[in-house]
């Protein structure tokens, strides 16, 4: 079956440092979408990703799809106090297998 | 807001009970989708209902059910609660289908169970 692996576990960054996670899955995948958990929140959906290559951007926030749709990365820019929290990849292999998976996610803190 | 509820939004039983939490997606979503997370892990898929039917099933225990009504609140059902079950309890809704290209999930609030 599908494995995902989303590292690293844990960062911590200076604020304004660069911060990126990065999602691996052993299949080729369909789609992935990524998702930000604050702390003593709940996951929030950030972006789905669908084409081989594809890269989105929100503000300083970068999405990259591989080129073999099997791993991506979420990259941000100039780290803020604000974007503490555990970010989530959510890989879909096929659609129609309904087969859900999270990635273990990476939980980013911020060294003011 | 994401326009999901849960309800209780804590809870705190002892073990060997039996405990019901609630979950409303949002108007207009069939698809309600259950997780559990534990404290500084991810997030466990543990089943997903859609039209009030059963559609996918993770790594959801044998004490543990859950169901769907025609209004498309759901339900899951945790019993004989063991200590190991303290966890925060997630439920998310999505127009379609897992797998679909539209199946973005919206999070609600989550209970946090405590089993004593």
């Known amino acids: 079956g599908q494995q995902v692996m989303q590292i690293p576990q844990y960062q911590h960054v200076q604020e304004g440092e660069d911060f990126t996670t990065y999602c691996n899955s052993s299949?080729?995948?369909?789609?992935i979408q990524w998702y930000k958990q604050r702390p003593g929140g709940h996951p929030v959906f950030l972006i789905q990703?669908?084409?081989?290559?594809e890269v989105k951007k929100q503000k300083r926030l970068t999405f990259q799809f591989g080129e073999a749709k099997k791993n991506s990365s979420l990259h941000i820019t100039a780290t803020q106090t604000t974007d503490v929290g555990t970010y989530f990849c959510?890989?879909?292999?096929?659609?129609?297998?309904?087969?859900?998976?999270f990635g273990t996610g990476t939980r980013l803190t911020i060294i003011p | 807001d994401s326009g999901v509820t849960q309800t209780p939004k804590h809870l705190i039983t002892a073990t060997g009970q039996r405990v019901t939490l609630r979950c409303s997606p949002r108007?207009?979503?069939?698809?309600v989708y259950w997780y559990q997370q534990s404290l500084d892990q991810g997030l466990q898929f543990l089943i997903q209902?859609?039209?009030?039917?059963?559609?996918a099933k993770g790594n959801i225990l044998e004490r543990f059910s859950a169901q769907q009504f025609p209004d498309l609140h759901s339900e899951l059902n945790l019993s004989s609660l063991e200590l190991g079950d303290s966890a925060l309890y997630f439920c998310?809704?999505?127009?379609?289908?897992?797998?679909?290209?539209?199946?973005?999930?919206?999070f609600g609030p989550g209970t946090r169970l405590t089993v004593l």
């Open positions: 209902y859609y039209n009030g039917e059963e559609r």
């Open positions: 299949t080729t995948l369909s789609n």
């Open positions: 990703l669908v084409k081989s290559g």
């Open positions: 108007s207009g979503d069939l698809s």
């Open positions: 959510a890989p879909i292999s096929n659609f129609g297998n309904e087969k859900l998976t």
């Open positions: 998310a809704s999505s127009v379609a289908p897992a797998g679909h290209s539209t199946d973005t999930q919206y």
